[in-house]
Every structure is written in C-alpha cells, then in structure tokens.
C-alpha cells in the first residue's frame, strides 16, 4: 500500500546536509527520523543500532567528566583503535622465528605507514592497560561494585586478567632482544604455580624454551582468544551496565535488587496460581519486569537527559582525542625494535615489561612461590570476592574508610614496587638512579 503523503518524513528543501537527510539511501539506513521532540530524540536511539547501546535517558550528573572520568568509554576507544591497527598488521606479519623480525624491518622500511602503524598499537596498547586499571579504581572508590554491580565488577575484574594477558601476548611478536627476554621472565613466573606450574608453562610455550611454537601460541592467543574473550565480556559488561544501572557520584545507599527477586520468588503458594508469581500489574513494566527492579525508578525525571546528543556528543569528542593522543604518541615516540632475539645472549637487567615489572621486583624480596604466584593469584581472587565479601551497602567514602584505606595501600605498594623495578634497577637487579643511568623501555 503507498504511503500517504501524512506517513511520509518530511523532506528538508535547503542544505547539503538537510538534502542528503531526505535522500532514499540515507533513509534506508536510518530509519527512524530525526527530531528535537522528547519522543523524537527516544526513537532515534530506540531504531538506531550504535545508539541502542546507550540508555535513551541519562542523569544529568553523568555528563560531567568528574563523574566516571570517561575511564571505561576510553578503554573502549583503544581496544577498537587496537582492533584496527592490529589487523592492518596482520597483513604484514608472519608468526614464524625465521620471518618475524624481518617482517617488522620490512614493516618500518617498506610499507606505507605501517611504522606509524605499529607505534600507534604499542602506545594504545600501554594506554589501555593504564586506562582499564584506573577504570577499576574509580569503580572501587565510588562503590560501584556494590549490589545490584557485583557481577558487573567480576566481569570488569575479567577485563583487565585479559587485557594484560592481551599486552603480554603481543610483546613477544616483534621477536627481538627486548621482547624475548620480557617474555622470558614473564614466563619465568607461571612454573612456580603448585601443581601446574610446568604443565601451564609447557603448554604456553610449547616446550621448555621459547621458540617457534611460543611465537605461534602467542600468536594465535593474542589475535583469536583474547579477541573473542574481551569481545564477549565487553559485551557482557554493557548489557549488565544497561540492566543494572549507572554509578553517578560516590554517595548513596547500594540497591540490592536480588534481595527483592528473593522475596517475590518466596510468594505464598495462594498469590501463585497456575505457576505464575502473581505481582500487582500496576507495579509492572511491560507486564514482565517489576517496577522496583528497574534501576534508576526513583530518580527525578527532571533531572535526566537524553543520551542523544548531550552524552554521545561527548563521547565523540573524547573518542577523537584520544585518537589524537595515540597518534600524536605513535608520532613523538617510536616503538622500539632492537637486534634479533638471541637465546644465548641475555641483556642485562632482562626486565618483565612494565605492568609485570612490580612482581619482578617483588621476586627480588621473596620466594618465586609467593612472589610470583601466591600473591598476584591471592591480589585478582580479593577482587572477585570483593563485592560478596563486603556487605556494608553504603557507597559513602566517609562510611568505608577501612576498605579504601586497605585498597588504597595495596594499590601505592604495587605502584611503588612497579616505580622502583622500572627506574631503580640495572644490571644484575642491582639499584641505580634514573638520573645516573636509565634501564627501561617501555
């Protein structure tokens, strides 16, 4: 049935922009057209597929930057920016010991931007490690681990194992001097597991020493698991952030919707006929969920906005400055690339890269067990217990003084280890002064 000319959008008569609006093909894509009503703005977000990712109404504290520092929208941006550039090299690599470092010569000296590319990955690489981990401070200081997040935050906790892992990965492709040796001592620690520690090593190299079946395993892990692993618990990471609401501010009383799902469940038999929990539909949302569970209910519609444009315009804002500071890294500082991996020559100090280096200074105080295993393995199992561990449902510092005060001296211990193991060591893990010699590359 043609449409009638009521059912048509209308058609803009003046502009580029405005034409190009009108036209079919751009009609064909967005289909639902734009508007400055409230109703308008809700439909747009509702047909557009980039835009359902969002919430079509926001508090209007979150557009300050104040309010999440825009720390996991920023670790977004890089695993994308990664993503691409990442493939772009994949065009020009081979994960083979006799072609690996001839390919990234050839990568810097041959091919069209394709040095500028590899900066560019590296320092994204390094940036998203430092964003994903203030990312996970900011949540633990605001609490927003707390009920109905808990999930959210061990899934959050998955992000950064896997982005570091992602990191680590990738440092050995170049397959030089400084790659292998970092490896060397990363992979050094895993043997030291109880009961799996030369099993998980064997299986993460392939053998006792690196070589062609490392560079091929860390190959595929770096490009296919850890890929498909972070897209997964990204994408479970905004689902549960849509489903269990914004974190605004650090004051406030944590919501405990499972709590509520546990009462309605526990509905005397009489208000269950037929099997279905029989709940006021006045206190229904669609008939399926029920009002209270809806996070955010109370809020004062007053004071929210849409999404479209007041958030999202931000966030291409910010999308495109960290673009500009990647590149204008990826421009200043050239990833480093030094002589082919030699297996019989270790330089010295042969340090972990940089997120690692704390553990290897921690190893220079313990045993390689306590070091190397027990406490990075105690640190990440602390997170995850976290939020079911910590029952005090108020988000306000003042009523949570012991628990920052005990993540906060952890958190300055590793960056204190981690200051010390990059600048203060050299040869033979001895303590030298940046200033008189510096033993770091990043």
Do not use: Y
């Given at each position: 049935m043609p449409a009638t000319e009521t059912d048509r959008p209308p058609v803009p008569r003046r502009g580029l922009m405005a034409r190009l609006r009108g036209s079919t093909l751009y009609r064909s894509v967005v289909r639902t057209p734009g508007s400055d009503s409230p109703s308008g703005r809700a439909l747009h977000a509702f047909g557009n597929v980039f835009l359902h990712i969002y919430p079509v109404r926001i508090p209007r504290g979150l557009l300050r930057f104040r309010s999440t520092w825009r720390l996991g929208f920023i670790s977004s941006v890089l695993f994308a920016l990664l993503f691409i550039t990442g493939l772009y090299l994949m065009f020009f690599y081979t994960p083979a010991v006799s072609m690996a470092y001839g390919d990234m010569q050839q990568l810097r000296a041959q091919v069209g931007f394709g040095q500028l590319i590899r900066n560019v990955h590296r320092w994204g690489a390094h940036l998203m490690v430092l964003a994903v981990v203030l990312h996970l401070v900011r949540v633990f200081v605001h609490g927003g681990y707390k009920a109905p997040r808990q999930f959210n935050w061990v899934i959050g906790v998955g992000l950064l194992v896997v982005t570091l892992a992602y990191s680590f990965t990738g440092y050995l492709l170049p397959w030089d001097q400084l790659a292998y040796w970092?490896?060397?001592?990363?992979?050094?620690?895993v043997k030291y597991a109880p009961g799996v520690g030369n099993v998980l090593r064997d299986f993460l190299l392939g053998g006792e020493t690196i070589g062609q079946a490392a560079l091929l395993r860390f190959y595929v892990i770096h490009v296919a698991v850890l890929t498909v692993a972070f897209a997964l618990l990204m994408?479970?990471?905004?689902?549960?952030?849509?489903?269990?609401?914004?974190?605004?501010?650090?004051?406030?009383?944590?919501?405990?919707?499972?709590?509520?799902?546990?009462?309605?469940?526990?509905?005397?038999?009489?208000?269950?006929?037929?099997?279905?929990?029989r709940l006021d539909d006045s206190r229904r949302v669609l008939g399926v969920v029920h009002v209270d569970e809806v996070p955010g209910r109370s809020r004062d519609p007053d004071d929210e906005v849409f999404s479209w444009p007041a958030l999202i315009?931000?966030?291409?804002?910010i999308a495109l400055a960290v673009c500009a500071l990647v590149l204008a890294l990826g421009i200043a500082f050239e990833a480093p690339l030094r002589d082919i991996a030699n297996p019989n020559l270790t330089p010295e100090p042969s340090k972990a890269p940089w997120y690692f280096v704390g553990l290897q200074e921690l190893l220079a105080h313990f045993?390689?067990?306590?070091?190397?295993?027990l406490a990075p393995g105690a640190l990440v199992a602390a997170l995850v217990a976290l939020p079911y561990v910590d029952r005090n449902p108020s988000r306000r510092p003042a009523d949570r003084k012991v628990a920052l005060v005990l993540f906060w001296a952890?958190?300055?211990?590793?960056v204190v280890l981690t200051i010390i193991g990059a600048f203060f060591r050299?040869?033979?893990?001895a303590f030298v002064l940046p200033w008189e010699h510096l033993y770091f590359e990043p």
């Open positions: 970092a490896v060397t001592v990363g992979s050094g620690l994408a479970v990471h905004l689902w549960r952030i849509r489903k269990d609401g914004l974190v605004v501010g650090d004051t406030g009383v944590a919501h405990d919707v499972t709590a509520r799902v546990d009462d309605r469940i526990a509905l005397p038999a009489a208000e269950q006929a037929d099997g279905v929990a315009i931000r966030h291409q804002v045993d390689p067990l306590v070091a190397g295993v952890v958190f300055l211990g590793l050299g040869p033979g893990w």
